[in-house]
């Protein structure tokens, strides 16, 4: 059974840091597409991060680059986004999201079948 949990939520001030875990099982993450989406309340759902399987080349968003980067863990079976220069503005609930099929092309959530359960990230002071 293919299941995404995601940790490492919480309250940050302005600048500030965190780094967000998606743990899988019953695939293996090395093989699949990852992407992290977040939705803040009354927007669309964004992509924000999206690795290819294998040789993990990503995509990120324009409003993230250079502040988020996210990557994978072979041997943990575990994605991680490591978001640095926190703005109120990435305030949201963020998603892993996986699917065997994703071939690097758009980061729409559209593309991904697994998804976790999300985790709350506040940016404020």
């Known amino acids: 059974q293919v299941q995404l949990v995601e940790s490492g939520g919480g309250l940050v001030q302005p600048g500030g840091s965190l780094r967000l875990s998606c743990a899988a099982s019953?695939?293996?993450?090395?093989?699949?597409?990852i992407g992290w989406f977040r939705q803040a309340p009354g927007k669309e759902r964004e992509g924000v991060a999206c690795?290819?399987?294998?040789?993990?080349?990503?995509y990120y968003a324009d409003s993230v680059k250079g502040r988020f980067a996210a990557s994978r863990d072979n041997a943990k079976n575990t994605v991680y986004l490591q978001m640095n220069s926190l703005e109120p503005e990435d305030t949201a609930v963020y998603y892993c999201?996986?699917?065997?099929?994703?071939?690097?092309?758009?980061?729409?959530?559209?593309?991904?079948?697994?998804w976790g359960q999300g985790t709350q990230v506040t940016v404020s002071s």
């Open positions: 690795l290819s399987a294998g040789d993990g080349s990503t």
């Open positions: 019953g695939f293996t993450v090395d093989y699949y597409g």
């Open positions: 999201a996986a699917d065997v099929n994703w071939g690097g092309s758009h980061c729409s959530g559209s593309y991904f079948h697994y």
